[in-house]
């Protein structure tokens, strides 16, 4: 599976976001997909996870009621509406696709393939 994300950019506080995620291949309906980010000099953290079908999602304590987590299986596609972008929210964005139980959606390392990122820049 190849991810290409897209839809980062400079954008001031309080603004909003929509990144994508679009997937080749067939199997986009096997994989839970997660969105992670890392900031310069932190480590990779997790943001949110849908499962194959759209009907579960979760997010991180720190995007709850901000952002929201998407997914059109015809399109072989994901999405991260972010809202309410605060300046600690600049990192580089990164989707996910895991064949894992959704037990492992919030573990990095339990992701079997990434996107290249794209970088989210909120100025205050």
């Known amino acids: 599976v190849k991810l290409v994300a897209s839809g980062g950019g400079l954008v001031q506080a309080g603004g909003s976001l929509r990144l994508s995620c679009a997937a080749s291949?067939?199997?986009?309906?096997?994989?839970?997909m997660g969105w992670f980010r890392q900031a310069p000099g932190k480590e990779r953290e997790f943001v949110a996870a849908?499962?194959?079908?759209?009907?579960?999602?979760d997010y991180a304590d720190s995007g709850k009621g901000r952002f929201t987590i998407s997914r059109d299986n015809a399109k072989n596609t994901v999405y991260l509406q972010m809202n309410s972008l605060k300046p600690e929210d600049t990192a580089v964005y990164y989707c996910?696709?895991?064949?894992?139980?959704?037990?492992?959606?919030?573990?990095?390392?339990?992701?079997?393939?990434w996107g290249q990122g794209t970088q989210v820049t909120v100025s205050s």
């Open positions: 291949g067939r199997t986009f309906t096997t994989y839970l």
């Open positions: 996910a696709a895991n064949r894992g139980s959704w037990s492992t959606k919030a573990v990095w390392y339990e992701y079997d393939y």
């Open positions: 849908i499962n194959w079908s759209g009907s579960t999602t």
